[in-house]
């Protein structure tokens, strides 16, 4: 019997913890999270963590199952989300995955692209470069070097962007042409649901969130994390503004009022991946209920 993958996408704050456990509770399937800083146990309240409540509601694999002392990159990612869904597969033939993260979805889904290796002289030169002139000159010079990929990874998130300039500068290829390759066979079949919501409500649900954020206790647990701040898992918005604010670079209201538009320019980077993919079946995040109809057509 074929087996399947229920994959549900989108911007941030959309809704799609609420649907994967609506679908997981139907289809009697487990959820895999792929959303790549929900790994660390340290980091709940910023980075949106499902409540007790919802966990004990579906199954759930790759929530905090990690320090943020520890690396842990997207290929051991595609590693383990293989390994525990042929598990699941051994007894079921469905399950959920579910998280924003379009480079950890879809190396699951398609396998990682192929990088040569580079000097790694290179990378230290970037890192200086960023200490020395800040993230924007390295912007810049992805942008001038490789604007597809300027376009398209988090382009607030320095390690990527590094890892993109380091391949760009090693080679003399953009790095965006190491991402052509033909895709992995899976032995189970995707389905693709996304979720959107026109512009402006999804900036307000977003800023509604860092407020609900911030009630929770986002202030006190960045403020614990503070002396780790330099780990790569903390390099995340909704942390990382408040660094700023605990070293007087801000005040607090700016700081939120950061971290507001920062998570609001995630989302748009977020649909701007998603859209490339034809393969993903949209719906309006305030209208899901054909879905679970539309996934049992395609399963027969």
Known sequence: MTKYLIVIVGPTAIGKTALSIKLAQHFNAPILSC????????????????SKEELQQATHYFIQNKTIFET???????????????????????????????????????????????????????????????LESLQLQLKELDPISYQNIEIDNPHRIIRALEICVGTGKSYSSFKQKPKEKRLFTPLLIGLT???????????????????????????????????????????????NYFEDK???????????????????????????????????FNDTSEIIPFIEQKMI
């Not at 000097?119 to 960023?130: E, G, S």
């Not at 509604?208 to 918005?237: F, I, S």
């Not at 209201?253 to 701007?272: H, P």
């Open 35 to 50: 959303d790549s800083r929900q790994f660390f146990k340290e980091m709940t309240i910023g980075t949106a963590v499902p």
């Open 72 to 134: 842990y990159n997207v290929g051991q990612f595609e590693r383990d989300a293989l390994q525990q869904l042929e598990n699941i597969f051994n007894s079921k033939n469905i399950a959920v995955m579910v998280g924003g993260s379009g480079l950890y979805v879809d190396a699951v889904l398609n396998g990682l692209d192929y990088f040569p290796d580079v000097d790694p002289n290179i990378r230290l030169q970037l890192n200086n470069k960023l200490a020395l002139s800040g």
């Open 197 to 243: 919501a026109p512009r402006e409500l999804l900036y307000k649900r977003i800023n509604q969130r860092v407020d609900a954020m911030l009630k929770k206790g986002l202030l006190n647990e960045a403020k614990h994390l503070y002396k780790h701040k330099e780990l790569n898992a903390l390099q995340t918005v909704g942390y990382k503004e408040l660094f």
């Open 250 to 284: 801000c005040d607090l209201e700016t700081a939120v009022e950061e971290i507001k538009k920062n998570t609001r320019r995630f989302a748009k980077r977020q649909g701007t991946w998603f859209r490339k993919d034809k393969s993903i079946n949209w719906y309006d």
